[in-house]
């Protein structure tokens, strides 16, 4: 009877980390999933997601449609910059003071984005667009720490 009960419970942890393990692979799956579609494409998904979230009117449609249009033009040709540099053997670590150069720009791009997005939603908005932004970038330095870790010393999810 102990046999059994020590099987059944092996069983149960296994199959418990290979769910964990496939979801954590389908997680890792998205962004390729996005990468597939044009930048109109990805602008108008993100557009109507954002006015589902915070209740857009047209005109606040139109105008953010317009920055994710821009956005996601200026995100495919990096990577496909990115992917031409892989292919041909060009891309290196970058240099510290090119590091600081990325990260500068990409702090710029996002204190002009805030400011834009101040102007185009109302304070309410505004509130709720700045919460989900916290959120994603939590979720984004959870999904580096999985990234950092080999899979098979991947940390659970702690409740």
Known sequence: M?????????????QGIAQEKRALANRMDRPHRMSDLSPEQAATLKTKKMTLHLDLTTKQ??????????????????????????????????????????MNARLDHQIDEKAKMKTILNSEQ????????KKMQQQGRKMKRHMAHKPSEAPKNRK
Do not use: S
Request: charged share 35%.
């Open 61 to 102: 449609q139109d105008e953010i449609y317009k920055l994710n249009l821009e956005n996601a033009k200026a995100r495919k040709e990096m990577m496909a910059n990115l992917k031409a540099k892989r292919e041909h053997g060009e891309l290196k670590k970058p240099t510290q003071e090119q590091r600081y150069k990325m």
């Open 2 to 14: 102990k046999n059994i009960l020590v099987i059944a419970m092996a069983l149960i942890t296994l």
């Open 126 to 133: 505004f509130i709720k667009w700045e919460n989900h932004q």
